[in-house]
């Protein structure tokens, strides 16, 4: 009876979970700044990090009780100097143990809270970036039933591009074929109105570039296109009558859970 | 128990707290007591009667039939922020001070919004380019006495006043109330709209509504900026501009509009939704936002975009325009982002030529389409005490598509009569399915009264007093100088002049100590006002012999309160047909007395006050034989059980005495 009465508010909370990003963005941020706290705990001397942060302490204190004596001041200014460096050289290396797996995991997290999928019946735009601005009325779409073109495709000479204001009937994930000097390619458009996973661009070559903004494989090498767009609306998340983008919101919570995390696991950072 | 169970248990326990507290701090209770009141700007009562005889209102005709229709009185003079000021406060403009759209200082002659001021701080520092406020600016709203919800708000009456006119900035209240007419666009003005055109025969600068920027179109690209406030960071004020790009198709009617990270692409004829735009006043500290719509025009073979006026942002606004102060924004997160500047009706891009009828009536269209969906929002939600919904659209096209609808008007065209005739109908319609879902909603324990501040009139002829008053020896020019037509009160000799106009019906005397260079002794003044006012009843239109002006009321007679003398000091009110010209109004001196209005600002209601009164419906039996927009404020009152207060002019149009 207990838990049949508790499964509504469960269910409930679950749908929350899922559909507010914000409520994702605190879950997200109070784990991975547990995981920081941890990672940085396993991989740094914590004895040695220790020791750097209770010198600089002394230092500190060592400029407010011996003001009136310059050349104290002076050595614990270069001691503070040099303890600052040393600390650094001890946080370095854990750091970056830290950084990378999470600057991959909040790129990877952009492409869920970063942008909105297209809602039904709204317009948005593809474009489509070729190498030659001679190809531009070589470009044609090959469209699914669901997604119709709202507008005739406007070509704009100067940024060699060709771009379709199109709307979808219906939700889900289509695939838009780009016909362009007789190569086909395709480009993936989302259709959703709750959390969805999208790739706002599809590039040819641009290695780093496709590591962070798009989750499509290259386009060919030889390809007349460069790169293929959906202008997803960019999602702002609300909290204390503010709109910001979700890595504030995560930056700010994860530092918080960390230095949370960091008091209660006596971690040294 | 499991946790979940504690947790429903807890939730059920402490919804109906928090309703309660919730209910309480909005201000109370009403007892049950409901009163609605829709107001309805420039609603004809000849009109009114008109579609309801041809069956085209059948809402507002079952009210009528059930309940009561009368005849409003309206102000004086006629005009809305006059009006609605009456309605709001139960006085005249002696009492609350607005006697026109405009007024001025009779020390500098300066013009200014009547309704209120917008001022940058008093003190600043300058640092070279930079002007560094020490300080902040301010919003003041200039109408005097107490509005009728501030009374409610005191005697615990939940309330919520939806764009009243002449609330800008909107008075603090417990309830929710968003401004209307007299909220003005980023710019501080009444709406300026800018229009881009690659036409070399088009004359770039200021036009009357708006302002034309030329643009070239090279490689089939448009580059251009936005033009927004001025910017009081910068020496000498130049506007905050921010680039944009519109790239046309080199064949197709179509173009793609970049613009501050954001993509649109419009069809020739086609509007844009509402696009955010932010005006960098301080690089990365100091920033205004707004919203404004794009229109392509034309797209092939000359480039014409116009951008409307920018207006407020609702989720950020730059000026307080809602209380409480957010309301703004969660109305714009329900119902989507909406007009806010007061007049939001781009009549002067009509007037211009910038925007053809089709084109503005799909504007007026979508001003109305949001006013609904915020009523839609709004009026569930009401529960007690009183609810006001006010509508701009009967008046803002009353006076736009009058012309179609009247063979006798000098703009009549019948091939756009054909087209757009009925369109001012089709609004009437409109106004009367909102009333229809109103009906379906009331009981016996709510009010409702439908009303207007004025009613309408053709506009056919302009009558240019200042040219009148040049003619009849009252303003004398400089010596050797001609009338000039356009600017104010060019090479007066304001050491023989006597009498000047200004605003919509305003004549004022030259008085010694209060005009700078007046003449008139204070105790001569209305003595000259009743000798002009004899001069001015007897003039006839030499086209039909029609009497141009039927009534002339002088302040000292119109007037009552603190204010009084501080206005104009006598109120021409035309005939039906007649108004004062376009530009006698701001002081310039055309060459004609009595001109054609060719505008296609067409009907009007700013003459004589008894030739356009408004209209009072209720479900109700109305009393008052004769009720007045004074009668409305202690109306409201009544219906809660309070006693009017002792400025009040008026009386209760349910119980008079």
């Known amino acids: 009876m207990t838990i049949l009465s508790a499964l509504p508010a469960l269910a409930a909370f679950k749908l929350f979970l899922f559909t507010s990003p914000l409520a994702i963005v605190v879950v997200l941020s109070i784990v991975i700044g547990l995981l920081m706290v941890v990672l940085f705990g396993y991989t740094s001397n914590q004895k040695a990090i220790k020791?750097?942060?209770?010198?600089?302490?002394?230092?500190?204190?060592?400029?407010?009780?011996?003001?009136?004596?310059?050349?104290?001041?002076?050595?614990?200014?270069?001691?503070?100097?040099?303890?600052?460096g040393r600390y650094?050289?001890?946080?370095?290396?854990p750091?970056?143990?830290?950084?990378?797996?999470?600057?991959?995991?909040?790129?990877?997290?952009?492409?869920?809270?970063?942008?909105?999928?297209?809602?039904?019946?709204?317009?948005?735009?593809?474009?489509?970036?070729?190498?030659?601005?001679?190809?531009?009325?070589?470009?044609?779409?090959?469209?699914?039933?669901?997604?119709?073109?709202?507008?005739?495709?406007?070509?704009?000479?100067?940024?060699?591009?060709?771009?379709?204001?199109?709307?979808?009937?219906?939700?889900g994930v289509y695939e838009i074929k780009v016909v362009a000097s007789g190569e086909?390619?395709?480009?993936?458009?989302?259709?959703?109105?709750?959390?969805?996973?999208?790739?706002?661009?599809?590039?040819?070559?641009?290695?780093?570039?496709?590591?962070?903004?798009?989750?499509?494989?290259?386009?060919?090498?030889?390809?007349?296109?460069?790169?293929?767009?959906?202008?997803?609306?960019?999602?702002?998340?609300?909290?204390?009558?503010?709109?910001?983008?979700?890595?504030?919101?995560?930056?700010?919570?994860?530092?918080?859970?960390?230095?949370?995390?960091?008091?209660?696991?006596?971690?040294?950072? | 128990m499991g946790w979940g169970r504690v947790c429903t248990l807890l939730?059920?326990?402490?919804?109906?707290?928090?309703?309660?507290?919730?209910?309480?701090?909005?201000?109370?209770?009403?007892?049950?007591?409901?009163?609605?009141?829709?107001?309805?700007?420039?609603?004809?009562?000849?009109?009114?009667?008109?579609?309801?005889?041809?069956?085209?209102?059948?809402?507002?005709?079952?009210?009528?039939q059930q309940g009561s229709f009368r005849r409003l009185?309206?102000?004086?003079?006629?005009?809305?922020?006059?009006?609605?000021?009456?309605?709001?406060?139960?006085?005249?403009?002696?009492?609350?001070?607005?006697?026109?759209?405009?007024?001025?200082?009779?020390?500098?002659?300066?013009?200014?919004?009547?309704?209120?001021?917008?001022?940058?701080?008093?003190?600043?520092?300058?640092?070279?380019?930079?002007?560094?406020?020490?300080?902040?600016?301010?919003?003041?709203?200039?109408?005097?006495?107490?509005?009728?919800?501030?009374?409610?708000?005191?005697?615990?009456?939940?309330?919520?006043?939806?764009?009243?006119?002449?609330?800008?900035?909107?008075?603090?209240?417990?309830?929710?109330?968003?401004?209307?007419?007299?909220?003005?666009?980023?710019?501080?003005t009444y709406g300026t709209f800018t229009f881009y055109t690659d036409d070399a025969t088009a004359v770039a600068g200021a036009?009357?509504?708006?302002?034309?920027?030329?643009?070239?179109?090279?490689?089939?690209?448009?580059?251009?900026?936005?033009?927004?406030?001025?910017?009081?960071?910068?020496?000498?004020?130049?506007?905050?501009?921010?680039?944009?790009?519109?790239?046309?198709?080199?064949?197709?009617?179509?173009?793609r509009v970049s613009f501050q990270n954001q993509q649109f692409v419009l069809k020739e004829g086609e509007w844009s939704g509402w696009v955010p735009v932010e005006f960098q006043l301080v690089p990365f500290i100091g920033n205004v936002k707004g919203i404004c719509r794009f229109f392509l025009k034309q797209a092939h073979p000359r480039f014409q975009l116009y951008v409307s006026p920018i207006n407020i942002d609702p989720e950020n606004p730059a000026l307080p325009i809602s209380t409480p102060s957010g309301y703004s924004r969660d109305l714009a997160k329900e119902i989507g982002e909406y007009h806010t500047q007061g007049i939001a009706e781009d009549t002067k891009a009509l007037s211009d030529g910038v925007l053809d009828d089709k084109e503005y009536l799909e504007q007026a269209r979508t001003v109305l389409a949001e006013h609904r969906r915020a009523f839609?929002?709004?009026?569930?939600?009401?529960?007690?005490?009183?609810?006001?919904?006010?509508?701009?659209?009967?008046?803002?096209?009353?006076?736009?598509?009058?012309?179609?609808?009247?063979?006798?008007?000098?703009?009549?065209?019948?091939?756009?009569?054909?087209?757009?005739?009925?369109?001012?109908?089709?609004?009437?319609?409109?106004?009367?399915?909102?009333?229809?879902?109103?009906?379906?909603?009331?009981?016996?324990?709510?009010?409702?009264?439908?009303?207007?501040?004025?009613?309408?009139?053709?506009?056919?002829?302009?009558?240019?007093?200042?040219?009148?008053?040049?003619?009849?020896?009252?303003?004398?020019l400089e010596a050797g100088s001609t009338p000039d037509a356009n600017q104010p009160f060019a090479e007066v000799d304001w050491s023989r002049t006597r009498a000047y106009a200004l605003g919509l019906n305003g004549l004022y005397v030259s008085q010694r100590g209060r005009e700078r260079e007046g003449i008139v002794e204070p105790g001569q003044a209305d003595a000259l006002l009743r000798e002009i006012r004899q001069k001015l009843l007897e003039i006839r239109d030499p086209k039909d012999n029609s009497q141009v002006i039927t009534r002339v009321d002088l302040a000292s007679e119109a007037y009552q309160g603190p204010y009084a003398r501080t206005g104009p000091d006598a109120l021409v009110g035309y005939n039906r047909g007649y108004r004062a010209g376009w530009r006698t109004i701001l002081g310039a001196f055309p060459p004609d007395v009595l001109e054609d209005n060719t505008n296609a600002w067409s009907g009007d209601h700013c003459m004589d006050y008894t030739k356009v009164p408004g209209v009072l419906l209720s479900n109700r039996k109305i009393d008052a034989q004769n009720p007045a927009l004074t009668d409305i404020a202690p109306t409201i009152l009544a219906e809660f059980g309070i006693a009017k207060t002792k400025d009040m002019m008026g009386q209760s149009v349910f119980h008079p005495r």
């Open chain 2, 376 to 476: 839609d929002a709004e009026f569930p939600k009401f529960r007690q005490g009183l609810f006001f919904f006010y509508f701009s659209s009967l008046d803002l096209n009353g006076h736009m598509m009058w012309r179609l609808t009247d063979p006798r008007h000098p703009a009549y065209d019948p091939t756009l009569a054909a087209q757009y005739g009925n369109a001012l109908e089709e609004f009437y319609q409109q106004i009367d399915q909102v009333l229809g879902e109103v009906l379906r909603k009331i009981d016996a324990d709510t009010t409702l009264l439908v009303l207007s501040d004025h009613g309408f009139a053709p506009y056919r002829r302009s009558f240019n007093l200042n040219t009148w008053l040049l003619n009849n020896g009252y303003i004398t």
């Open chain 2, 207 to 255: 036009v009357e509504g708006g302002e034309v920027v030329q643009v070239e179109v090279q490689n089939s690209r448009v580059t251009s900026h936005l033009i927004g406030p001025e910017n009081t960071f910068r020496k000498n004020s130049p506007p905050a501009t921010e680039p944009f790009t519109v790239d046309v198709d080199p064949l197709e009617p179509v173009a």
């Open chain 2, 11 to 64: 939730l059920c326990a402490l919804m109906p707290a928090l309703f309660l507290s919730c209910e309480r701090a909005r201000g109370g209770s009403a007892g049950g007591k409901r009163l609605i009141i829709l107001g309805i700007d420039g609603m004809d009562p000849d009109l009114l009667t008109k579609f309801m005889a041809e069956g085209k209102m059948p809402n507002f005709a079952r009210l009528a």
């Open chain 1, 51 to 84: 020791i750097a942060k209770d010198q600089l302490k002394a230092h500190l204190l060592a400029v407010r009780l011996f003001q009136d004596q310059l050349h104290v001041v002076v050595s614990s200014y270069g001691r503070i100097l040099r303890g600052t």
């Open chain 1, 95 to 171: 750091l970056l143990y830290v950084i990378i797996p999470i600057t991959l995991l909040v790129v990877q997290l952009d492409r869920y809270l970063g942008s909105t999928a297209i809602s039904k019946d709204s317009p948005f735009l593809m474009t489509v970036r070729l190498s030659n601005a001679d190809a531009l009325n070589d470009v044609s779409l090959d469209l699914p039933p669901e997604l119709t073109m709202t507008a005739p495709a406007v070509h704009v000479p100067a940024a060699r591009e060709v771009v379709w204001r199109l709307a979808a009937s219906q939700e």
């Open chain 1, 184 to 269: 086909s390619m395709a480009k993936t458009v989302r259709v959703a109105s709750e959390l969805a996973r999208v790739s706002p661009v599809r590039l040819r070559e641009h290695f780093w570039e496709r590591m962070f903004m798009s989750s499509e494989s290259a386009l060919p090498e030889n390809s007349p296109v460069e790169a293929i767009a959906i202008n997803y609306p960019e999602r702002n998340i609300e909290i204390a009558g503010y709109e910001m983008n979700w890595i504030w919101l995560f930056f700010i919570f994860s530092m918080i859970a960390g230095f949370i995390f960091k008091e209660l696991l006596g971690i040294q950072v």
């Open chain 1, 88 to 93: 650094l050289k001890l946080a370095f290396m």
């Open chain 2, 73 to 188: 009185t309206t102000s004086i003079p006629p005009q809305s922020p006059v009006a609605w000021s009456n309605l709001i406060t139960g006085m005249n403009a002696g009492g609350h001070g607005i006697f026109d759209f405009i007024h001025r200082d009779p020390k500098t002659f300066q013009l200014y919004f009547s309704t209120s001021r917008v001022e940058g701080p008093k003190h600043s520092l300058h640092l070279g380019n930079w002007v560094i406020p020490l300080g902040s600016g301010s919003a003041e709203q200039l109408r005097h006495g107490k509005a009728f919800w501030e009374i409610l708000d005191e005697q615990g009456i939940p309330n919520s006043v939806y764009r009243i006119p002449a609330n800008f900035p909107p008075i603090s209240a417990k309830g929710r109330t968003l401004s209307g007419m007299g909220t003005p666009d980023l710019r501080g």
